[in-house]
Structures are given as C-alpha cells and as structure tokens.
C-alpha cells in the first residue's frame, strides 16, 4: 500500500491483520473493534478488497466486532491455481467461518460478489445465520442458452492467454480512473480505495487482486438457481441498493425492488437516493444509518 499523505482518508479505527488456513491456503482477514468469538463477517465484492469496509466501519457502532474476509486471489489472500468458479467461494466460506465465528450463529454483511455469496449460502445452510444484510449481490444477468457455446469458447481462449498484471504509474493516476469509473465516491473515497487496492511493485502500482479474476467464466449460478437458494433463507435480512447503480439495471427487468419480497422471504428493502453500486464506499453513513437501525430491530429485545 503507499505512504499516506495528510490530505488522505484518515481511519477511525484501528484495522488488524491475520490469517487463516483452510485446504492449505492462507485467508486474509482485516479485523475491527472489540476481540470477539462471533464477530459480523464482512464479504467484499469482486476486484475490491477487505480492506476497504474501512469507510462503512468507521461508521458503525465502536463496540460492533468484524472480521473481513480477503477472497482467493485478493488482498492478502493465497491465489487458486484452478480459477475461480463461482461454488469455491461459497466452499472457501464454509470452510473459513468455524475460524472466524467460533461462537454463536453467524452474521453477514456482503457486497457485490460478496452479498450474492452470502445470500446463496444463507439458503444452503439456513441454520447457520442469524441475519444477513446482502448490498446489490444479486449475481448477474441471465444467459441466452445460445450464448453459451460462445462464452466457453473465449473462456478456453483466456486461459491459454490469460489476462496479465496491469500497472499504473502513481497513487494520482489510479485514484482519478478510480473516481472516473465511481464518481459518487468523491475524491477523498476514491483516493482511499486505491490505496487498499494497490500495492507498489517495482513494474509500478498493481492491483492486489490476480489478473485471473478477470476471465469471464464459461456458466453461472442461473437466476432460478439463486432463487431457490434465496427462498430458504429463514433468517431477517436487509437488503440495500443505490438508486442510481448500472448493476441493478443491467440485471434486467427481472430484478426490480417489487420481485425481493416475493424471492426473499425475511427480507426488509431500502433504496439509498443518489448511490451507485459502491453505496458503502460512496454513502458510509447513510449506509450504516440503515444497518444500524435493522440490526438493532433484529437483536434488541
């Protein structure tokens, strides 16, 4: 990660670091707040990194435990060797929580990739969580079945060329393609998640993140798939979006707010004005506000 500077994103609280072994990978893992035996799991979202729940954890209550996970081939995390099909992560997850909550039921908060994995595997293991809040991980659109022939062919191209390392020149440039892609982070934002992301090397600033991840996979869990998963939650869950996130949209007009009570059983809906798909990194506060309020309901007598 690169020096900080006195204009930089100043943490309230104070990040550490571990590790854990599971089927002789080392797991990443960033820990917030009081030493705890259940801390709330947090599941970044895909290129994104453990890290970087530092801007929504620093809006969350100071007595509140977490334990942020750095998926395979992010972060501090091991690399896999074979790619990243999407059941690994939810293998890789059913491994690591026995670690990380060793002690009562578990609690999620998912983003992205993150909340489509947490969501799934709150349906395959329903007596497992205590509550789930999933922020846009709904997987992504539908396949055309005619595609499909298409879509491996280019996976089996990838793999005999697979994506290399990119390198930026400095922490200026990152941030400002950063702040391009995501502008509703706001420069302060933009600027912290380049930091968590990056790391000097001496080619120049790379991604922690293997180039791997960028090869689009031959199939998908399909939406009727995640459905059935979804249905089996039994679990109160908070789901949350932006009202302006291009991931919404590009699910397709199958997933619109009016379809999650009748695909989500336990589930409360809020839609933040103004955010995009990275709410928590671009509205911390208002994102918090809203977890706070649901966790509460859900574990205050």
């Not at 994103?9 to 797991?27: N, V």
């Not at 995501?182 to 790391?199: D, I, K, T, Y």
């Not at 993140?209 to 979804?230: K, N, T, V, Y």
């Not at 009570?261 to 990275?278: E, I, N, S, V, W």
Request: proline share 9%; aromatic share 8%.
């Amino acid at each position: 990660m690169s020096e900080a500077r006195a204009a930089d994103y100043q943490p309230l609280r104070a990040a550490r670091h571990d590790t854990l072994q599971i089927e002789g990978a080392r797991l990443g893992v960033t820990r917030w707040g009081p030493v705890s035996r259940a801390p709330i799991v947090l599941l970044h979202g895909w290129m994104d990194v453990a890290d970087a729940w530092q801007l929504l954890v620093d809006a969350l209550p100071a007595e509140w435990s977490f334990a942020a996970l750095d998926w395979r081939g992010y972060g501090n995390s091991d690399p896999r060797r074979e790619g990243y099909a999407p059941a690994q992560y939810l293998s890789d997850l059913d491994a690591a929580l026995p670690q990380l909550v060793p002690a009562g039921s578990v609690r999620l908060i998912g983003h992205s990739l993150g909340g489509t994995v947490a969501s799934i595997y709150a349906g395959v293991r329903p007596e497992k969580l205590r509550w789930l809040v999933n922020i846009e991980g709904y997987g992504l659109p539908a396949l055309e079945p005619a595609t499909v022939p298409g879509r491996i062919a280019h996976w089996l191209d990838e793999l005999r060329q697979p994506p290399q390392q990119r390198y930026y020149p400095g922490l200026d440039y990152l941030a400002g393609r950063v702040l391009h892609a995501n502008p509703g982070l706001g420069p302060l934002h933009a600027r912290f998640l380049a930091q968590v992301w990056s790391e000097d090397t001496p080619q120049g600033l790379a991604l922690r993140a293997d180039p791997a991840h960028r090869i689009s996979g031959p199939m998908r869990f399909a939406r009727a798939e995640l459905e059935a998963c979804w249905a089996r939650i039994a679990v109160p869950t908070l789901l949350l979006s932006g009202s302006d996130s291009a991931y919404m949209k590009h699910l397709g007009p199958g997933a619109t707010p009016d379809q999650w009570p009748r695909l989500y059983p336990h589930a409360r809906l809020h839609t933040l004005p103004g955010a995009g798909h990275l709410l928590h990194h671009e509205q911390p506060a208002a994102t918090a506000q809203r977890i706070r309020d649901f966790v509460h309901s859900v574990e205050l007598p």
